[in-house]
Protein backbone atom coordinates (compact mmCIF):
# COMPACT_ATOMS: atom_id res chain seq x y z
CA UNK A 1 0.00 0.00 0.00
CA UNK A 2 2.58 2.48 0.18
CA UNK A 3 4.40 1.88 -2.68
CA UNK A 4 1.07 1.78 -4.84
CA UNK A 5 2.60 -1.67 -5.99
CA UNK A 6 0.41 -3.73 -7.99
CA UNK A 7 0.08 -7.01 -6.67
CA UNK A 8 -1.95 -9.62 -8.95
CA UNK A 9 -3.60 -9.19 -12.50
CA UNK A 10 -6.59 -11.97 -13.82
CA UNK A 11 -8.41 -11.79 -17.15
CA UNK A 12 -11.75 -13.06 -17.34
CA UNK A 13 -14.18 -13.03 -20.02
CA UNK A 14 -16.84 -10.24 -20.45
CA UNK A 15 -19.69 -12.52 -19.20
CA UNK A 16 -17.77 -13.33 -15.41
CA UNK A 17 -18.06 -10.66 -13.19
CA UNK A 18 -15.30 -9.70 -10.91
CA UNK A 19 -16.68 -10.71 -7.81
CA UNK A 20 -16.66 -14.31 -9.13
CA UNK A 21 -12.57 -14.93 -8.81
CA UNK A 22 -12.07 -12.13 -6.17
CA UNK A 23 -11.51 -14.70 -3.06
CA UNK A 24 -9.45 -16.87 -5.06
CA UNK A 25 -6.96 -14.34 -5.99
CA UNK A 26 -7.25 -13.13 -2.31
CA UNK A 27 -5.78 -15.78 -1.87
CA UNK A 28 -3.21 -16.29 -3.71
CA UNK A 29 -1.65 -13.43 -3.14
CA UNK A 30 -1.84 -14.19 0.75
CA UNK A 31 -0.06 -17.48 0.35
CA UNK A 32 2.50 -16.23 -2.74
CA UNK A 33 3.47 -12.82 -0.93
CA UNK A 34 2.86 -13.87 2.30
CA UNK A 35 0.44 -11.29 2.74
CA UNK A 36 -1.17 -10.79 6.38
CA UNK A 37 -4.51 -8.98 5.30
CA UNK A 38 -6.11 -7.10 7.81
CA UNK A 39 -8.57 -5.14 5.85
CA UNK A 40 -10.20 -4.83 2.43
CA UNK A 41 -11.79 -1.46 0.81
CA UNK A 42 -14.18 -3.07 -2.17
CA UNK A 43 -16.77 -1.01 -4.13
CA UNK A 44 -20.42 -1.97 -4.58
CA UNK A 45 -20.02 -4.71 -6.86
CA UNK A 46 -18.26 -6.62 -4.59
CA UNK A 47 -21.11 -6.78 -2.04
CA UNK A 48 -22.17 -10.19 -2.62
CA UNK A 49 -23.13 -12.92 0.29
CA UNK A 50 -20.01 -14.78 -1.50
CA UNK A 51 -17.89 -12.05 -0.79
CA UNK A 52 -19.40 -11.04 2.53
CA UNK A 53 -18.80 -15.10 4.05
CA UNK A 54 -15.74 -15.54 2.37
CA UNK A 55 -14.26 -12.55 3.99
CA UNK A 56 -15.79 -13.79 7.81
CA UNK A 57 -14.25 -16.46 6.90
CA UNK A 58 -10.81 -15.33 6.53
CA UNK A 59 -11.19 -13.23 9.42
CA UNK A 60 -10.68 -10.21 6.82
CA UNK A 61 -12.38 -6.89 7.68
CA UNK A 62 -14.50 -5.69 4.64
CA UNK A 63 -15.27 -2.40 3.63
CA UNK A 64 -17.94 -2.36 0.85
CA UNK A 65 -19.40 0.76 -0.56
CA UNK A 66 -23.24 0.49 -0.70
CA UNK A 67 -24.95 1.43 -3.91
CA UNK A 68 -28.58 3.40 -3.80
CA UNK A 69 -31.67 1.49 -5.88
CA UNK A 70 -31.73 3.66 -8.96
CA UNK A 71 -35.09 2.41 -9.89
CA UNK A 72 -38.38 4.32 -9.61
CA UNK A 73 -41.46 2.98 -8.26
CA UNK A 74 -44.72 2.45 -11.07
Do not use: Q
Not at 40 to 61: M, Q, S, W
Request: charged share 25%.
Amino acid sequence: GVHSLITDTHVTPANVHDSGPYLDRLDRMRTRFGFEIGAVGLDAGYFTPHICKGLVERNIYGVIGYRRPNHKDG
